[in-house]
Protein backbone atom coordinates (compact mmCIF):
# COMPACT_ATOMS: atom_id res chain seq x y z
CA UNK A 1 0.00 0.00 0.00
CA UNK A 2 1.82 3.25 -0.84
CA UNK A 3 3.34 5.65 1.46
CA UNK A 4 0.87 3.45 4.28
CA UNK A 5 -2.11 5.18 3.80
CA UNK A 6 -5.45 3.42 5.57
CA UNK A 7 -7.88 1.58 2.95
CA UNK A 8 -10.50 4.25 4.83
CA UNK A 9 -8.80 7.41 2.82
CA UNK A 10 -7.10 5.06 -0.15
CA UNK A 11 -10.04 4.24 -1.47
CA UNK A 12 -11.25 8.14 -1.73
CA UNK A 13 -8.10 8.71 -3.28
CA UNK A 14 -8.42 5.95 -6.01
CA UNK A 15 -11.92 7.00 -6.69
CA UNK A 16 -10.72 10.54 -7.72
CA UNK A 17 -8.12 9.46 -9.84
CA UNK A 18 -10.11 6.78 -11.30
CA UNK A 19 -12.99 9.57 -12.31
CA UNK A 20 -10.16 12.01 -13.51
CA UNK A 21 -8.65 9.09 -16.14
CA UNK A 22 -12.59 7.80 -17.15
CA UNK A 23 -14.10 11.14 -17.05
CA UNK A 24 -10.61 12.22 -19.94
CA UNK A 25 -11.92 8.76 -21.33
CA UNK A 26 -14.58 10.36 -23.76
CA UNK A 27 -13.52 12.91 -25.27
CA UNK A 28 -10.12 10.79 -25.81
CA UNK A 29 -12.43 8.35 -27.74
CA UNK A 30 -13.90 11.32 -29.33
CA UNK A 31 -10.63 12.53 -30.45
CA UNK A 32 -9.25 8.97 -32.05
CA UNK A 33 -12.49 8.57 -34.05
CA UNK A 34 -10.77 11.87 -35.55
CA UNK A 35 -11.86 13.55 -39.05
CA UNK A 36 -10.85 13.65 -42.08
CA UNK A 37 -10.99 17.16 -44.71
CA UNK A 38 -13.54 15.70 -45.87
CA UNK A 39 -15.52 15.18 -42.76
CA UNK A 40 -15.34 11.52 -42.27
CA UNK A 41 -14.20 9.36 -39.61
CA UNK A 42 -10.27 8.45 -39.45
CA UNK A 43 -11.20 5.50 -37.78
CA UNK A 44 -14.61 3.56 -37.72
CA UNK A 45 -16.08 2.30 -34.41
CA UNK A 46 -14.64 -1.26 -34.51
CA UNK A 47 -11.32 -0.57 -35.52
CA UNK A 48 -10.86 2.03 -32.91
CA UNK A 49 -12.21 -0.13 -30.59
CA UNK A 50 -9.63 -3.48 -31.73
CA UNK A 51 -6.93 -1.06 -31.49
CA UNK A 52 -7.42 -0.07 -28.41
CA UNK A 53 -7.82 -3.63 -26.97
CA UNK A 54 -5.37 -5.22 -28.84
CA UNK A 55 -2.38 -1.98 -27.43
CA UNK A 56 -3.91 -2.31 -24.21
CA UNK A 57 -3.34 -6.00 -24.44
CA UNK A 58 0.02 -6.14 -25.29
CA UNK A 59 0.76 -3.80 -22.57
CA UNK A 60 -0.64 -5.70 -20.15
CA UNK A 61 0.43 -9.21 -21.19
CA UNK A 62 4.07 -8.32 -21.13
CA UNK A 63 4.04 -6.48 -17.60
CA UNK A 64 1.79 -8.84 -15.84
CA UNK A 65 1.89 -12.80 -17.53
CA UNK A 66 3.45 -13.73 -14.69
CA UNK A 67 0.75 -12.93 -12.28
CA UNK A 68 -1.80 -14.12 -14.58
CA UNK A 69 0.29 -17.86 -14.76
CA UNK A 70 -0.34 -18.04 -11.11
CA UNK A 71 -4.38 -17.93 -11.47
CA UNK A 72 -6.24 -20.98 -11.11
CA UNK A 73 -8.07 -22.99 -13.64
CA UNK A 74 -11.43 -22.87 -12.10
CA UNK A 75 -11.38 -19.04 -12.19
CA UNK A 76 -10.44 -19.12 -16.17
CA UNK A 77 -14.52 -18.46 -16.78
CA UNK A 78 -14.74 -15.63 -14.76
CA UNK A 79 -11.78 -14.38 -15.92
CA UNK A 80 -12.94 -13.95 -19.48
CA UNK A 81 -16.23 -13.06 -18.81
CA UNK A 82 -15.06 -10.35 -16.97
CA UNK A 83 -12.68 -9.39 -19.93
CA UNK A 84 -15.62 -9.44 -22.59
CA UNK A 85 -18.30 -7.70 -20.38
CA UNK A 86 -15.72 -5.21 -18.24
CA UNK A 87 -13.48 -4.23 -21.64
CA UNK A 88 -14.28 -6.22 -24.85
CA UNK A 89 -17.96 -5.11 -25.98
CA UNK A 90 -17.89 -1.79 -23.86
CA UNK A 91 -15.10 -0.60 -26.31
CA UNK A 92 -16.89 -1.02 -29.55
CA UNK A 93 -20.20 0.29 -28.29
CA UNK A 94 -19.19 3.45 -27.03
CA UNK A 95 -17.20 4.00 -29.76
CA UNK A 96 -20.15 3.52 -31.71
CA UNK A 97 -22.07 5.84 -29.47
CA UNK A 98 -19.46 8.31 -29.99
CA UNK A 99 -20.19 8.92 -33.21
CA UNK A 100 -23.80 10.37 -32.99
CA UNK A 101 -23.94 11.42 -29.19
CA UNK A 102 -21.40 13.88 -27.83
CA UNK A 103 -18.68 12.63 -25.47
CA UNK A 104 -19.84 14.90 -22.59
CA UNK A 105 -23.55 12.51 -22.99
CA UNK A 106 -21.71 9.77 -22.95
CA UNK A 107 -20.10 10.21 -19.59
CA UNK A 108 -23.37 11.57 -18.32
CA UNK A 109 -25.38 8.08 -19.13
CA UNK A 110 -22.22 5.89 -18.01
CA UNK A 111 -23.93 7.46 -14.56
CA UNK A 112 -26.21 4.84 -14.50
CA UNK A 113 -23.95 1.78 -13.50
CA UNK A 114 -23.79 2.39 -9.74
CA UNK A 115 -27.96 1.98 -9.95
CA UNK A 116 -27.67 -0.83 -12.64
CA UNK A 117 -24.70 -2.60 -10.23
CA UNK A 118 -26.79 -2.18 -7.26
CA UNK A 119 -30.02 -4.21 -8.96
CA UNK A 120 -27.62 -6.58 -10.32
CA UNK A 121 -26.06 -7.09 -7.32
CA UNK A 122 -29.08 -7.58 -5.11
CA UNK A 123 -31.01 -9.78 -7.77
CA UNK A 124 -28.16 -12.20 -9.28
CA UNK A 125 -25.03 -11.98 -6.72
CA UNK A 126 -26.69 -11.47 -3.67
CA UNK A 127 -24.53 -8.71 -2.57
CA UNK A 128 -26.11 -6.58 0.14
CA UNK A 129 -26.88 -2.78 -0.03
CA UNK A 130 -27.81 -0.29 2.68
CA UNK A 131 -30.58 2.55 2.22
CA UNK A 132 -28.45 5.36 2.08
CA UNK A 133 -26.76 3.43 -0.82
CA UNK A 134 -30.06 3.30 -2.70
CA UNK A 135 -31.08 6.74 -2.11
CA UNK A 136 -27.93 7.55 -3.34
CA UNK A 137 -27.83 5.81 -6.58
CA UNK A 138 -31.67 7.42 -6.92
CA UNK A 139 -30.38 11.13 -6.34
CA UNK A 140 -27.76 9.83 -8.64
CA UNK A 141 -29.76 8.49 -11.31
CA UNK A 142 -32.24 11.82 -11.56
CA UNK A 143 -29.35 14.46 -11.87
CA UNK A 144 -28.05 12.40 -14.70
CA UNK A 145 -31.39 12.09 -16.02
CA UNK A 146 -31.55 15.82 -15.55
CA UNK A 147 -28.09 16.28 -17.58
CA UNK A 148 -29.47 14.51 -20.90
CA UNK A 149 -32.65 16.41 -20.99
CA UNK A 150 -30.54 19.31 -20.91
CA UNK A 151 -28.48 17.95 -23.38
CA UNK A 152 -30.72 17.21 -25.51
CA UNK A 153 -32.40 20.78 -25.22
CA UNK A 154 -28.97 22.27 -26.35
CA UNK A 155 -28.45 19.21 -28.96
CA UNK A 156 -31.64 18.44 -31.07
CA UNK A 157 -29.86 17.35 -33.67
CA UNK A 158 -28.33 14.45 -32.11
CA UNK A 159 -29.56 10.70 -32.58
CA UNK A 160 -30.19 10.11 -28.35
CA UNK A 161 -30.69 6.18 -30.01
CA UNK A 162 -27.35 5.64 -29.80
CA UNK A 163 -27.41 6.41 -25.90
CA UNK A 164 -28.63 3.03 -25.77
CA UNK A 165 -25.45 1.97 -26.69
CA UNK A 166 -23.96 3.39 -23.65
CA UNK A 167 -26.95 1.89 -21.63
CA UNK A 168 -26.03 -1.73 -22.55
CA UNK A 169 -22.30 -0.70 -22.08
CA UNK A 170 -23.35 0.37 -18.64
CA UNK A 171 -25.03 -2.98 -17.84
CA UNK A 172 -21.77 -5.00 -19.41
CA UNK A 173 -20.00 -2.90 -16.56
CA UNK A 174 -22.19 -3.15 -13.89
CA UNK A 175 -22.11 -7.33 -14.23
CA UNK A 176 -18.05 -7.20 -14.56
CA UNK A 177 -17.80 -5.06 -11.51
CA UNK A 178 -20.64 -7.64 -9.28
CA UNK A 179 -18.23 -10.89 -11.19
CA UNK A 180 -15.03 -9.29 -9.66
CA UNK A 181 -16.80 -8.73 -6.13
CA UNK A 182 -18.33 -12.13 -6.14
CA UNK A 183 -15.78 -14.88 -7.88
CA UNK A 184 -12.39 -13.14 -8.21
CA UNK A 185 -12.31 -11.52 -4.78
CA UNK A 186 -9.02 -13.34 -3.78
CA UNK A 187 -7.16 -13.02 -7.24
CA UNK A 188 -4.65 -9.72 -7.47
CA UNK A 189 -5.88 -6.94 -9.61
CA UNK A 190 -3.29 -7.27 -11.68
CA UNK A 191 -3.75 -11.06 -12.61
CA UNK A 192 -7.75 -10.42 -13.53
CA UNK A 193 -6.73 -7.16 -15.62
CA UNK A 194 -4.10 -9.44 -17.35
CA UNK A 195 -6.06 -12.41 -17.58
CA UNK A 196 -8.89 -10.20 -19.50
CA UNK A 197 -6.80 -9.28 -22.26
CA UNK A 198 -5.09 -12.56 -22.38
CA UNK A 199 -8.86 -14.11 -23.79
CA UNK A 200 -10.09 -11.16 -25.56
CA UNK A 201 -7.36 -10.04 -27.53
CA UNK A 202 -7.56 -13.08 -29.98
CA UNK A 203 -10.74 -11.83 -30.86
CA UNK A 204 -9.58 -8.07 -30.97
CA UNK A 205 -7.19 -8.77 -33.60
CA UNK A 206 -9.97 -10.78 -35.53
CA UNK A 207 -12.06 -8.11 -35.50
CA UNK A 208 -9.33 -5.21 -36.72
CA UNK A 209 -8.69 -7.01 -39.44
CA UNK A 210 -12.59 -8.22 -40.47
CA UNK A 211 -13.28 -4.37 -40.04
CA UNK A 212 -10.46 -3.07 -42.68
CA UNK A 213 -8.11 -2.24 -40.03
CA UNK A 214 -5.15 -4.00 -42.20
CA UNK A 215 -6.16 -1.61 -44.98
CA UNK A 216 -5.49 1.63 -42.78
CA UNK A 217 -2.65 3.96 -44.03
CA UNK A 218 -0.50 3.80 -40.66
CA UNK A 219 1.69 7.44 -42.41
CA UNK A 220 -0.82 9.30 -42.83
CA UNK A 221 -1.08 12.30 -40.37
CA UNK A 222 -4.57 11.52 -39.62
CA UNK A 223 -4.12 8.11 -38.20
CA UNK A 224 -0.89 8.91 -35.80
CA UNK A 225 -3.25 11.18 -34.47
CA UNK A 226 -5.42 9.15 -33.74
CA UNK A 227 -3.21 6.13 -32.64
CA UNK A 228 -2.06 8.91 -30.32
CA UNK A 229 -5.08 9.32 -28.45
CA UNK A 230 -5.29 5.90 -28.40
CA UNK A 231 -1.83 5.88 -26.88
CA UNK A 232 -2.88 7.60 -24.62
CA UNK A 233 -6.35 6.13 -23.78
CA UNK A 234 -4.95 2.50 -23.73
CA UNK A 235 -2.29 3.28 -20.81
CA UNK A 236 -4.18 5.58 -18.34
CA UNK A 237 -7.79 4.69 -19.17
CA UNK A 238 -7.17 1.21 -19.68
CA UNK A 239 -4.56 -0.66 -18.11
CA UNK A 240 -3.62 1.97 -15.13
CA UNK A 241 -7.33 1.98 -14.83
CA UNK A 242 -8.34 -1.40 -14.52
CA UNK A 243 -5.95 -2.72 -12.55
CA UNK A 244 -6.84 0.74 -9.97
CA UNK A 245 -10.28 -0.44 -10.20
CA UNK A 246 -10.13 -4.13 -9.35
CA UNK A 247 -8.37 -2.94 -6.27
CA UNK A 248 -10.95 -0.67 -5.27
CA UNK A 249 -13.45 -3.34 -5.85
CA UNK A 250 -12.14 -5.58 -3.58
CA UNK A 251 -11.07 -3.43 -0.72
CA UNK A 252 -14.86 -1.90 -0.85
CA UNK A 253 -18.21 -2.74 -2.40
CA UNK A 254 -19.43 -3.27 -6.04
CA UNK A 255 -21.76 0.25 -5.33
CA UNK A 256 -19.05 2.44 -3.85
CA UNK A 257 -16.71 1.31 -6.94
CA UNK A 258 -19.21 2.20 -9.17
CA UNK A 259 -20.06 5.46 -7.85
CA UNK A 260 -16.78 6.47 -10.01
CA UNK A 261 -19.22 6.93 -12.59
CA UNK A 262 -21.06 9.73 -10.80
CA UNK A 263 -17.72 12.19 -10.85
CA UNK A 264 -16.81 11.27 -14.22
CA UNK A 265 -19.75 13.45 -15.75
CA UNK A 266 -17.97 16.34 -14.03
CA UNK A 267 -15.11 15.55 -15.80
CA UNK A 268 -15.95 14.82 -19.18
CA UNK A 269 -18.68 17.78 -19.25
CA UNK A 270 -15.44 20.21 -18.45
CA UNK A 271 -13.51 18.37 -21.71
CA UNK A 272 -16.31 18.77 -23.87
CA UNK A 273 -17.21 22.40 -22.80
CA UNK A 274 -13.28 23.15 -23.56
CA UNK A 275 -13.81 21.01 -27.11
CA UNK A 276 -16.36 23.30 -28.25
CA UNK A 277 -19.69 21.16 -26.70
CA UNK A 278 -22.69 22.96 -25.03
CA UNK A 279 -22.42 23.25 -21.49
CA UNK A 280 -26.11 25.02 -20.28
CA UNK A 281 -26.62 25.68 -16.27
CA UNK A 282 -29.24 23.14 -16.31
CA UNK A 283 -26.40 21.11 -16.72
CA UNK A 284 -24.15 22.70 -14.10
CA UNK A 285 -27.24 22.19 -11.53
CA UNK A 286 -27.84 18.23 -12.02
CA UNK A 287 -24.01 18.21 -11.81
CA UNK A 288 -24.63 19.51 -8.65
CA UNK A 289 -26.93 16.79 -7.46
CA UNK A 290 -24.74 14.22 -8.80
CA UNK A 291 -22.04 14.79 -6.46
CA UNK A 292 -24.39 14.89 -3.42
CA UNK A 293 -25.31 11.41 -4.75
CA UNK A 294 -21.70 10.20 -4.50
CA UNK A 295 -21.80 11.08 -0.82
CA UNK A 296 -24.73 9.20 -0.20
CA UNK A 297 -23.12 6.29 -1.91
CA UNK A 298 -19.91 6.43 -0.79
CA UNK A 299 -20.86 6.41 3.12
CA UNK A 300 -21.00 2.92 3.38
CA UNK A 301 -22.87 1.81 6.79
CA UNK A 302 -21.29 -1.18 8.51
CA UNK A 303 -24.24 -3.07 9.17
CA UNK A 304 -26.05 -3.30 5.49
CA UNK A 305 -29.74 -2.52 5.80
CA UNK A 306 -30.27 -5.71 3.44
CA UNK A 307 -29.35 -9.34 3.39
Do not use: H
Not at 92 to 116: C, G, K, M
Not at 269 to 294: H, K, N, P, R, Y
Not at 301 to 306: E, G, I, S, T
Request: aromatic share 12%; glycine share 8%; charged share 10%.
Amino acid sequence: MPFNIPNSRLKYIYLVILSIIWGTSFILIKKALGQDQSGNLVLQPLQLGALRTMISGVILISIGWNSFAKTNRKDWKWLALSGLLGTFFPAFLFAYAQTEIDSAVSAILNSTVPLITLILGAVLFGISFSKRQLLGVIVGLSGAIGLVLAGMENNPEQNYLFAGLVLIACCCYASNVNIIKRYLQNIKPLAIATANFVFILPLAIIVFFSAGGGNLEFTSTEVLRSLGFILVLCVFGTVAAKIMFNKLVQMTSPVFASSVTYLMPVVGLIWGTLDGEDFSLWQGLATGVIIFAVILVTREKKKPAFD
